[in-house]
């Protein structure tokens, strides 16, 4: 009687860890596949102007890619492709410093996207933006 108990919630438990690994799954597989909810149809992507904080980045998946927005000193909003020009890793923002680091090779970029230092044969790719009313539109 004992061992049937036994069974029975060890059957139980695992029944609960193949639901969940499986509801794991497919919720992973729709959050790779479904639109993000601030990219529109038309590949535009907004959010408001109160997330970029003064003198900082905030990245984002454009049109299955990366840009950033930053803030700069004189509070200018300038949209970029993240994508180094060199071999194509993601840029980081150095709040510190005003510049963009790419962490392969070592390049640098002004926060316009110009080519400071290191490998990069060109700038970052600058992307159109606007701003209404507090709401950021990149694309
Ligand atoms: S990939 Fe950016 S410097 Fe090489």
Same mark, same amino acid.
């Given at each position: 009687?004992?061992?049937?108990?036994?069974?029975?919630?060890?059957?139980?438990?695992l029944?609960g860890l193949?639901?969940?690994?499986t509801?794991?799954?497919?919720?992973?597989?729709?959050?790779?596949?479904?639109?993000?909810?601030n990219?529109?149809?038309s %590949?535009?992507v @907004?959010?408001?102007?109160t997330? =970029?904080?003064?003198n900082?980045? &905030?990245f984002l998946?454009?049109?299955g890619t $990366?840009?950033?927005?930053?803030?700069?000193?004189?509070?200018?909003?300038?949209?970029?492709?993240a994508?180094c020009?060199?071999?194509g890793?993601?840029?980081?923002?150095?709040?510190?410093?005003?510049?963009?680091?790419?962490?392969c090779?070592g %390049?640098?970029? @002004?926060?316009?996207?110009?080519? =400071?230092?290191g490998?990069?044969p &060109?700038?970052?790719?600058?992307?159109?933006i $606007?701003?209404?009313?507090?709401?950021?539109?990149?694309?």
């Amino acid at each position: 009687m004992q061992n049937t108990s036994r069974r029975k919630f060890l059957g139980l438990c695992l029944g609960g860890l193949g639901t969940a690994g499986t509801i794991a799954g497919v919720y992973s597989v729709f959050g790779y596949l479904a639109p993000h909810a601030n990219e529109g149809a038309s %590949g535009k992507v @907004t959010f408001p102007e109160t997330d =970029i904080p003064a003198n900082g980045a &905030k990245f984002l998946d454009f049109r299955g890619t $990366t840009a950033v927005v930053i803030r700069k000193q004189s509070g200018e909003l300038v949209a970029l492709s993240a994508i180094c020009t060199h071999l194509g890793c993601i840029v980081q923002w150095e709040k510190d410093k005003q510049d963009f680091l790419c962490p392969c090779h070592g %390049g640098r970029y @002004t926060p316009d996207g110009v080519v =400071i230092s290191g490998p990069p044969p &060109k700038p970052l790719e600058k992307l159109a933006i $606007t701003i209404t009313n507090g709401i950021v539109t990149v694309g």
